[in-house]
């Protein structure tokens, strides 16, 4: 594969291209136009320090010297990245992948190596699903718990399911807490939305590098997908999911604001739920959200936590709604503790008994699918 890289430093370039690319380099803009113009590469590495003009004409302008097929991948500066992915967006312009700033040479090399080898063949062994998994998708107006069921639920479900593949992605762009929890830096699915273009196209990605494999579960895998989807991406990224994994577990996180892609979501997702503290405000407040969504043809179950009987009762709960499950309070020390040392509550020594009888509870009711888990 032939190759053009804008750099301002030739004698570096060596440290960030991958080996096997045929390497054309490029010193300055009016070079990088040049060797474009005249060699039709099949794919261009720019890094956004090499250019003197501003972010909205320089980039559009290389972009229309190259075939729109062709994949251009743009290095930016960490003060240049979010003008870049702006300028990228609001243009509509296709087929450009946009690293993360202040990338190490090595990661810039890895990155390159898997979004310029689209064609490369899949895992061996690898059996995609032929009837298309199930995408849950999970919503709170924050501090829900989330987070927590996230961590420990789909270990729970990987250890029922050898046979399945489970994926775990933090879409919460407000409160990332998974990519932090799980180090997801270096797998990012937003990473390759040029590819959600069309089905067909990314079809032919193999996705798991995408995704870090749990080291405890091998069938268990994580990504971190936190980026302003498009309607038209998120069909293809759930289609796309459906036929590489069993089970997906979407952490949207907060529902607010409300716009086109989350109802394309919700719209598509199997199981949409709504995870809410235990106390009345919180549940009044979810069950009006519920019905506001009810009408538009969204079903939406709902998530109870920091349950506490001497509280409130499960029948004033249930009343009016599909409940999905409720788990028990766990305290806000045991909580912190385990987020911030990285401690899956599930996998612990000493585990909280009740808090795990409803997580096992909620997996005998997806094998069985009986409905909510109490």
């Known amino acids: 594969m032939r190759i053009v890289v804008c750099y301002p430093m030739r ?19 009016e070079e990088c136009a040049r060797q474009l113009s005249i060699h039709r590469p099949d794919a261009a590495i720019l890094f956004s320090e090499t250019f003197s003009r501003p972010i909205w004409e320089w980039v559009p302008a290389i972009r229309s010297v190259m075939q729109a097929e062709i994949p251009m991948i743009i290095v930016p500066l960490h003060r240049d990245e979010a003008l870049i992915k702006r300028i990228v967006e609001e243009l509509s312009l296709q087929r450009i992948y946009i690293l993360a700033g202040a990338l190490t040479y090595k990661e810039i090399s890895l990155q390159i190596s898997q979004i310029l080898q689209i064609s490369k063949e899949r895992e061996h062994g690898e059996i995609l699903n032929p009837r298309g998994g199930m995408v849950y998708t999970l919503l709170s107006y924050g501090g829900a718990g989330i987070t927590t069921f996230c961590i420990n639920y789909p270990v729970l479900l990987a250890k029922r399911h050898p046979d399945k593949r489970i994926a775990v992605i933090d879409m919460n762009q407000e409160k990332p807490d998974l990519s932090r929890f799980f180090g997801l830096r270096e797998y990012q699915l937003s990473l390759y939305r040029p590819d959600l273009l069309s089905f067909e196209l990314a079809d032919k990605r193999n996705w798991l590098q995408a995704f870090k494999k749990s080291e405890s579960q091998k069938n268990l895998f994580y990504s971190s997908a936190t980026s302003n989807w498009r309607n038209y991406e998120i069909s293809t990224l759930l289609a796309i999911l459906k036929k590489n994994f069993d089970f997906i577990y979407l952490d949207y996180g907060y529902c607010f604001p409300e716009n086109d892609a989350m109802e394309r979501l919700l719209l598509e997702s199997d199981r949409n739920i709504f995870f809410i503290r235990a106390d009345p405000f919180s549940i009044e407040g979810a069950k009006n959200w519920m019905k506001r969504w009810e009408k538009k043809d969204v079903s939406v179950e709902l998530m109870v936590s920091h349950f506490d009987r001497s509280q409130i009762s499960t029948r004033r709960i249930r009343e009016g709604v599909p409940l999905y499950g409720i788990v028990p309070r766990i305290s806000d020390d045991r909580v912190i503790q385990s987020h911030e040392s990285r401690s899956v509550l599930v996998e612990e020594i000493f585990p909280p008994k009740s808090y795990i009888s409803c997580l096992n509870a909620l997996a005998e009711a997806e094998q069985s699918r009986e409905g909510a888990a109490i």
């Open 11 to 29: 004698s570096l370039v060596a440290s960030f291209v991958p080996e096997g690319f045929e390497t054309l380099v490029a010193e300055n803009e």
